[in-house]
């Protein structure tokens, strides 16, 4: 919901409905939905003119699932007026209304319409009639009403483009920014539509079964499912005010990881290395465009789509669809370009990256994302480009050429990969990098295969490269042997050899990655439930009468809510103080270190040394020595990050975790307390989220954020290569040097240039910094505040349920058990159906 569309218009409004007198901020997403989420259903309940008991009861859900405890007396408010001023769909003000709300987010409020419609178990047609109307005020499509019509009468036949259309847009993750009830509410109307229509696998795709990443997908999907029944439950039980409003946040949170989960696979290597005819063999199709030469010209990523769909995403921020048959041209760079070495053309690139969505290939059908990447030797973005690559990946491949094995500038991308995957550690061997060794079919005999494989593994092994040196991290490979024998049907040995790569490669997305996943979404999920359980058993307790507060025993925990919230305040405060000196202390640092570069890098540019003639090869060894200045110069950065940022922000945030610890400790010792004198489990209720609070987060968001942080320095630098003919031309008047006077003059001109443009990244250099060292703190406090948060939902439930027991009848009490009683049978179903996932999944 677009909240700068909030206008006064709508303020003035909304007082008058509601008598209040209402600010800016009063007016939430979540108020501007419900307040025409009322009009809606109070129209659609008197459409057929009869308002049954049912259509009450559905109405009531439907508001509930929106209403928090902020704004319940507000919103009752905005329905009495509502009705007393007869506010219709066909109402100026209710267009209003609906100017900031978001496609989805109308065709939720529709959706939730539909659902009120069949609160007797049929659709009236005037009710029918009455829904179009509201369709057409909200610019809803006829096709997507037809597909929620369908979904909530049990119909069948649907058509699958409106189908997939509105999965789609109701998918959770385009809500991610609302309130967690939106999320909720998108998982709801989903689970009533038919599932969306997976396209046939036309033969040509069947080659490549991925069998396990297919079992993978299936257990995500039935976690997905078991998700959302936990949300349910959790959401009932919350609107018996049994459970406090956190926990929905909490199962939303689970709930999203669970849809989102899908393996990223990176393919890296240098120009015409065979990459696009690996992909081509991989995805079983010839998509990626293929040439001689270097061709490659942005990161694309492909993925599964229900429809062949290319996206471009500029660097200016903008997005363009472009119609599938201009994909190629926009991935490739220009012949020209390519055979002229013209490496400026990559830079000049406006696209950041491209997205290609494909319905038939099965291993992106199977939740595997790949991202392919120009080459990487020529790329002046190099650098950046593989930072970016390698977040967030699940594997990397390293393609090779037997024919070109192991060059040094090769070494040192595969070096930098296993730099750059293990977070900047330079011993440790990388566990999730594959290398690929292709053109094995243009070796002639058996002595070149076998020292191939001897070079290959001497450097895999004296580096201490990969985590396992055996063949499921080393293939060799002949990819276009290996995508014409799929083309063509038949199997040979070059098939088996990729059919044997591509083996290992499942193997590790599911057994390494996916099985972790699983596990850990299956701790949380349980970890919920245990929660609620233990909750429910309480509640039991209240109404039994085993809970009991005195007044003097409710006066102290109103008086604990403040001094709670006293708490939140006290460590937002130094957190604030902290986060000020540590940036002083930074600055200061890199200041210092700042001071002494380039004497550094002059001091090391002694040891410079090309192969390259002075004479006659200029060219080739000023870009050579441009080269080893930005390696000096990534050194110097990774020196500075280790020795002083690093050092600097742990103390600040040693600092903050011991004020943190000892209020958490006081909190729990409170809590320790009441459930002593009630015979609680509050303590351990929430111990279990004060452990949550992450004193490790610093540390892993450390190791990223100094690979990006230098990657984005390095990109600056990465200018200096076009500099290469300024220098030759500068330099041609001291041709008759042929001593080392000339040499030396080169790297003083680079040196010289390349700091001069590094000076100007100062202010976004120090930005950057900055932003780091906010973004660790806020964590900080961010975590502590939902501890803090679920302490006080804890005391206010309580004392709601006190409340609640104390007015309730003996009889209501009675149904009140017996209705907990068949939440906690619910929750131990789910339980059960959990441990059987985690016991298959220990066996795929």
Same mark, same amino acid.
């Given at each position: ?496 050899r990729f059919q044997f790569f591509t083996q290992s490669l499942e193997n590790f997305l599911v057994l390494e990655r996916g099985k972790v996943k699983i596990i850990h979404s299956i701790k949380e999920l349980n970890s919920l439930i245990t929660k609620v359980l ?104 990774? %020196? @500075?990050?280790?020795?002083?940022? =690093?050092?600097? &922000? !742990? *103390?600040? #945030? ?38 949550e609070v992450d004193t490790t987060l610093f540390f892993g968001t450390l190791g990223r954020w100094s690979v990006n942080f230098l990657g984005g320095m390095l990109l600056v630098s990465t200018g200096l290569i076009f500099f290469v003919p300024l220098f030759v ?6 041709? %008759? @040097?042929?001593?080392?006077?000339? =040499?030396?003059? &080169? !790297? *003083?001109? #680079? ?91 220990? &066996?795929?």
């Amino acid at each position: 919901m677009d909240t700068s569309l909030f206008s006064s218009r709508i303020v003035n409004f909304l007082s008058r409905i509601s008598g209040q007198r209402l600010s800016q901020r009063d007016i939430t997403p979540q108020v501007i939905f419900l307040a025409l989420l009322i009009v809606v259903l109070r129209d659609i309940a008197c459409a057929d003119g009869v308002v049954t008991e049912e259509e009450m009861q559905r109405w009531q859900t439907i508001l509930k699932r929106f209403v928090s405890r902020e704004i319940k007396q507000l919103t009752q408010l905005i329905s009495l007026g509502m009705k007393q001023h007869q506010i219709s769909v066909h109402s100026p003000e209710f267009l209003m209304l609906t100017h900031p709300l978001s496609h989805s987010e109308k065709l939720l409020l529709i959706s939730l319409s539909y659902e009120m419609s069949t609160a007797d178990g049929e659709m009236d047609s005037r009710e029918k009639n009455y829904l179009e109307i509201v369709g057409k005020q909200l610019g809803i499509k006829s096709q997507h009403l037809a597909v929620l019509e369908a979904g909530f009468t049990h119909q069948v036949n649907v058509e699958p483009d409106a189908l997939d259309e509105v999965h789609f847009l109701l998918d959770p993750a385009r809500f991610q920014s609302a309130d967690p009830v939106f999320i909720q509410a998108a998982n709801g109307i989903l689970a009533a539509l038919p599932g969306k229509l997976e396209p046939e696998t036309t033969e040509q795709h069947a080659t490549q079964s991925y069998w396990k990443l297919k079992k993978y997908q299936e257990y995500r999907k039935q976690l997905g499912n078991y998700c959302y029944q936990i949300s349910q439950l959790i959401q009932d039980c919350k609107n018996h005010g049994i459970l406090p409003q956190t926990l929905i946040g909490n199962i939303a949170e689970v709930s999203q990881k669970i849809k989102s989960q899908r393996f990223r696979l990176a393919v890296v290597g240098e120009f015409s290395k065979g990459k696009s005819t690996l992909l081509n063999a991989l995805l079983g199709e010839e998509i990626q465009p293929v040439r001689a030469i270097p061709c490659s010209g942005t990161v694309t990523v492909i993925k599964y789509g229900t429809e062949k769909r290319v996206t471009c995403r500029y660097k200016d921020g903008r997005t363009e669809e472009i119609p599938f048959d201009q994909y190629k041209l926009k991935a490739t760079i220009s012949k020209d370009a390519a055979l002229e070495h013209r490496s400026d053309e990559l830079a000049q690139s406006d696209i950041e990256e491209i997205i290609f969505e494909h319905p038939e290939l099965v291993l992106c059908k199977n939740g595997v994302e790949i991202v392919d990447s120009p080459g990487l030797n020529e790329h002046p973005d190099r650098t950046s480009i593989t930072y970016k690559l390698l977040q967030d990946t699940d594997a990397v491949i390293f393609l090779t050429d037997a024919m070109r094995l192991l060059t040094e500038k090769e070494k040192e991308l595969i070096q930098d990969m296993r730099y750059k995957l293990n977070n900047g550690s330079l011993d440790e061997p990388a566990e999730n990098l594959f290398i690929l060794v292709n053109f094995m079919d243009m070796l002639d005999n058996e002595e070149d295969l076998h020292d191939v494989r001897t070079r290959l593994e001497n450097f895999v092994k004296n580096e201490n490269l990969l985590i396992n040196t055996g063949k499921s991290r080393v293939h060799y490979i002949s990819a276009k042997l290996a995508l014409k024998a799929i083309h063509n049907k038949y199997e040979d040995e070059y098939l088996k050899r990729f059919q044997f790569f591509t083996q290992s490669l499942e193997n590790f997305l599911v057994l390494e990655r996916g099985k972790v996943k699983i596990i850990h979404s299956i701790k949380e999920l349980n970890s919920l439930i245990t929660k609620v359980l233990n909750w429910l058993a309480q509640s039991k307790d209240v109404l039994d009468g085993n809970i009991q507060l005195s007044k003097t025993a409710k006066l102290e925990i109103f008086e604990k809510i403040g001094a709670v919230s006293g708490r939140e305040l006290k460590i937002r405060i130094l957190v604030n103080s902290q986060k000020k000196q540590a940036a002083f202390d930074v600055y200061d640092s890199w200041q210092y270190w700042y001071n002494k570069l380039p004497k550094n890098i002059v001091e090391k540019s002694i040891s410079w040394s090309s192969q390259h003639s002075r004479v006659f090869e200029q060219k080739e060894r000023i870009k050579e020595y441009t080269n080893r200045f930005l390696e000096e110069l990534k050194a110097e950065l990774n %020196n @500075w990050q280790q020795s002083s940022l =690093d050092i600097i &922000i !742990k *103390q600040y #945030i040693g600092i903050l975790d011991s004020e943190i610890s000892q209020e958490i400790n006081t909190l729990n010792t409170e809590f320790e307390l009441i459930d002593k004198s009630l015979n609680t489990n509050f303590s351990d209720f929430i111990g279990h989220d004060i452990m949550e609070v992450d004193t490790t987060l610093f540390f892993g968001t450390l190791g990223r954020w100094s690979v990006n942080f230098l990657g984005g320095m390095l990109l600056v630098s990465t200018g200096l290569i076009f500099f290469v003919p300024l220098f030759v031309s500068s330099i041609n008047k001291f041709t %008759n @040097w042929v001593d080392g006077q000339q =040499d030396t003059r &080169i !790297k *003083q001109k #680079i040196i010289e240039s390349g700091l001069v443009k590094f000076a100007e990244s100062q202010d976004k250099i120090t930005e950057q910094i900055n932003q780091y060292i906010s973004s660790i703190f806020e964590s900080k406090i961010k975590s502590f505040s939902a501890v803090i948060a679920q302490a006080i939902a804890l005391y206010e439930n309580l004392l709601e349920q006190q409340e609640k027991a104390h007015n309730e009848t003996l009889e209501q009490r009675e149904a009140e058990k017996i209705w907990i009683y068949q939440k906690r049978q619910e929750l131990e179903q789910v339980q059960n159906r959990l441990e059987v996932i985690l016991s298959k999944c220990a &066996i795929v």
